[in-house]
């Protein structure tokens, strides 16, 4: 009787000693596949960035040289803003590429986007163009009576100044570490 109290003892012990490693390892199965997801959703999601922004170009590059060409490379003052608003068909084009960049950084805002691939790909053109517009983004504020006109891009622009300023640092603290 004795053997057979030790014997079922030992069973029950070998069980729940096989029973922790196989939720352990249950467990591991579970965080590796984790991990797993978040990366594949991170790569998509930096593919899809890419994709978007490539598309973009497509729409916006000649559509901007054009408006560039009218209006002057220099960022836009109160005469060009004037000029730009008489002319229905340059004022409609430029909706329409502001347009499109409000919506990308909507995109990035709600994190459907990432910041970090459109800060290299796209980075200093998205900021040089918010400075460009800037006196229309203003006037079309006041003139529309609201505030949050592009304010999804100047968020956006704000998040990628900061984001350079900090990549600035790094590199001159690497420098300074190599002299």
Known sequence: MKKKVKFMASLELISTILLAIGTFVATISIII???SLYSDHRRRKKQATVEHILELRK???AKDAEIERKLGKEKLDKDAVKKLIADDELFTDVKLLLGMFENLCVGINNKVFSLEILNRSS???LINKFDYYLEHIEQRRDFMKNKRYYEE???V???LRKLRMKEEKRREKKEKKKK
């Open 33 to 35: 596949a984790a991990i």
């Open 59 to 61: 729409a916006y590059k």
């Open 123 to 125: 980075g200093q053109y």
């Open 153 to 155: 891009w100047e968020e």
């Open 157 to 159: 622009v704000n998040k």
